[in-house]
């Protein structure tokens, strides 16, 4: 009896224990879907507890993942750096409400698959690339959507209809082109909209009428008049093609324009045309609508009349020309080649052409069998091609030479990789070393050759000591390749970021040369070059350092000649670079660079990278944290790079944190120019007092007395 309960209870317990196991465990289908997501995205360690196996994200607590019950029901991710793509099974992710990715590098296309019920969908400040999927638009429970600071392109779907809840939406920074979908005025909740810096065209009447209190339409190339109802809403029009002068009032019959209950007529006038303000969604003509439309077809027809007649009387002497002449000429050979060369252009939809030149197609051959005169009033002007100016004193590789020098681009010489592509070392058979700059075709599209070609000859121009050398370049299938001379020492951002045990910390003197070589490189571009160079993309990453530690300023020119290259440099909002200006708008500018400059010299002075995410969040933003800081001389000494060790003059310490302070300030318009830098820079190392105990040398030589004027920071 004894034996038969204990068997009993045996069974209970097992019993338990499986009831508990299922009811702990994940659901199959959200644990696979993460599995494969977790692959996707190259398995990356910073994901812990993850597993490319795990069937059990809910109790094994998998970073970033929230449950309930059995079901993921949210995803957050941001900041993590994470790369890849997102996977193809989200769509089976049905109880997930919040996905969040944002600020990391994943690239490839948005999926087709995304968790049909989000609320909120945030994969901003990524590298995303394509366009918008349609599946997005059958989330009709979505209230957030950002997707901006990515690489989207094409045209917006006419896919918002049924996103009624929507209440933001966020698309910068991206290269979405073409008019505003139809279904925007659907948006009956929307409250913040960021449109800016994309290339839609056409009106935004379609927003006229929506519950906006922010928009953004900056930098895109609209075009008509805003709607007067967007005059209450905090909007950001600048860098577009508006109409100026009064708006043309609405056709005749036209409703008046309403934004809700409140503007609805207090008469109770059936056909007075305002039945959407009344909740109904019947409009009337009234008497006076008639009448304005009887007399447009009645001034209608009086024109096409007019012209039918002048046809007439034309058609017969045309008819009678053309007769006595033969029609080969309209298609001679003669024509082929241009109109050859015009099809198989694929750049022609997509290039911004010179304003300067005169751009236009040859007419095409006279059609017999028109029904009007349309030459008559379209006159074409004449074809005129851009000249190519070809580069100068640099070199043209060939892509075969290139891959030889640099292993066919192996990884062993990869340098490093910025937003506009990766760079390689490369060494020729005569010794000759070089850095390799391979543009990415987002970035430049293979079909720009020519453009390319005008872009490197611009660069060549450049010639400054503190200036990265352009030396060669090479433009073969499709591929676009800048040659730049080798610094050995590697970027700035190694010296003080890369713990290297062989490699000793920069001493004072070498960040103060640093500065100054910088900053005499801007100046050149700014003040010196005519017209004014914008780097728009200053960084330590970019500061290269040769075997004397003098900097080189690298991808001068670079980015103010390359097609959509800010909408590329925005996708890197939130490196600590970027001044406060150019995340409200997008444009860079002379002041903007000041600012990067500032960043540049904190983080020669802290030793800290213009924003970290593993500090506390006070301390994350370097500029934000060390601004109020810099005339503090007890606080200033504690944000000393503690590599250092102490050994600064204080004064040349101070001086050094007034520039900063100057350069960093919130509005351009109270930042220094360059030269005016440059001058502080050159004050402060005349004016240096070098001690026995502040001076070393970068052999880790006994520290000695110098004479400051003869110092190497001006070399």
């Not at 590697?490 to 500065?515: C, T």
Request: glycine content about 8%.
């Amino acid at each position: 009896m004894m034996e038969n309960w204990r068997r009993v209870e045996l069974v209970l317990t097992l019993l338990v224990c499986v009831l508990g196991c299922v009811n702990g465990a994940t659901d199959p289908n959200d644990a696979s879907a993460l599995r494969v997501m977790f692959s996707s995205m190259n398995s990356p360690g910073q994901l812990t507890q993850w597993s490319a196996n795990g069937d059990d994200p809910c109790g094994q607590n998998w970073k970033g993942i929230t449950c309930s019950g059995s079901r993921v029901t949210e995803i957050k991710l941001p900041g993590l750096a994470l790369s890849g793509s997102l996977g193809y099974q989200l769509d089976s992710l049905t109880a997930v409400m919040n996905l969040d990715l944002s600020n990391n590098n994943l690239a490839g296309a948005l999926p087709y698959q995304l968790p049909p019920n989000l609320q909120r969908l945030n994969l901003a400040n990524n590298k995303l690339s394509g366009g918008i999927p349609y599946s997005i638009s059958l989330m009709r429970s979505l209230t957030y959507l950002n997707l901006g600071h990515n690489q989207l392109q094409s045209q917006l779907g006419d896919m918002f209809g049924q996103l009624t809840s929507l209440s933001t939406l966020d698309v910068s920074f991206n290269l979405l082109t073409g008019d505003l979908p139809e279904s925007f005025s659907s948006l009956s909740s929307m409250k913040s909209m960021y449109l800016q810096s994309n290339q839609f065209t056409g009106a935004i009447d379609v927003l006229a009428n929506l519950p906006l209190e922010n928009l953004n339409v900056a930098n895109n190339r609209f075009t008509g008049w805003i709607p007067s109802q967007l005059n209450s809403v905090n909007l950001q029009k600048d860098g577009n093609n508006w109409n100026s002068g009064p708006a043309p009032p609405p056709p005749p019959g036209t409703p008046p324009a309403h934004k809700g209950p409140s503007q609805k007529s207090g008469g109770n006038d059936s056909s007075s045309g305002s039945g959407a303000g009344g909740g109904s969604k019947k409009s009337g003509i009234g008497a006076g609508g008639i009448a304005g439309i009887i007399i447009s077809i009645f001034l209608v027809g009086g024109i096409v009349a007019f012209f039918l007649v002048k046809r007439r009387s034309r058609r017969s002497s045309d008819i009678e020309k053309l007769d006595n002449q033969p029609l080969a000429p309209l298609s001679s050979t003669n024509d082929v080649p241009e109109m050859k060369s015009m099809q198989t252009s694929s750049a022609v939809n997509t290039k911004i052409f010179d304003t300067s030149a005169s751009i236009n197609l040859r007419p095409p051959p006279i059609d017999r069998h028109k029904s009007f005169d349309e030459e008559e009033f379209s006159p074409k002007p004449v074809v005129v091609k851009k000249p190519v100016t070809t580069p100068i004193n640099v070199t043209s590789y060939s892509v075969a030479d290139l891959q030889m020098a640099t292993g066919s681009f192996s990884v062993d010489h990869l340098l490093g990789e910025g937003l506009f592509g990766r760079v390689y070392r490369a060494e020729f058979d005569d010794g000759k070393v070089v850095a390799v700059k391979k543009l990415d075709s987002a970035t430049l599209p293979s079909d720009m050759s020519d453009d390319f070609t005008e872009i490197v000859a611009s660069i060549s121009l450049l010639h400054h000591p503190n200036v990265t050398e352009l030396v060669g370049y090479c433009s073969e299938h499709g591929q676009h390749l800048l040659v730049y001379e080798f610094h050995k020492n590697g970027s700035l951002h190694d010296f003080l970021h890369l713990s290297d045990e062989y490699s000793k910390p920069l001493i004072w003197n070498s960040r103060v040369k640093i500065a100054l070589g910088t900053a005499r490189a801007l100046e050149y571009l700014h003040e010196v070059c005519s017209p004014s160079i914008v780097h728009k993309n200053i960084k330590s990453a970019n500061i290269l350092l040769d075997t004397e530690l003098n900097p080189h300023l690298s991808d001068s020119g670079l980015a103010s000649c390359l097609p959509h290259a800010d909408q590329v440099l925005n996708q890197n909002a939130g490196s600590g670079y970027g001044a406060p200006e150019v995340a409200m708008s997008g444009h860079y500018t002379l002041k903007s660079d000041v600012y990067s400059f500032g960043a540049v010299m904190l983080e020669l002075l802290t030793g800290r990278k213009p924003f970290d995410s593993s500090r506390p969040r006070s301390e994350q933003s370097l500029v934000r944290w060390a601004t109020p800081q810099l005339h503090d001389i007890d606080a200033l000494s504690k944000m000393v790079d503690p590599e250092l060790k102490g050994l600064y003059p204080v004064k040349s310490l101070s001086r050094f944190a007034d520039v900063i302070a100057l350069c960093v300030q919130p509005e351009p318009e109270f930042r220094p120019p360059m030269s005016e830098v440059v001058q502080a820079l050159v004050r402060l190392v005349q004016r240096a007092n070098m001690s026995k105990r502040t001076i070393g040398n970068e052999q880790g030589e006994t520290p000695r007395a110098v004479n400051p004027d003869t110092q190497d920071y001006m070399s």
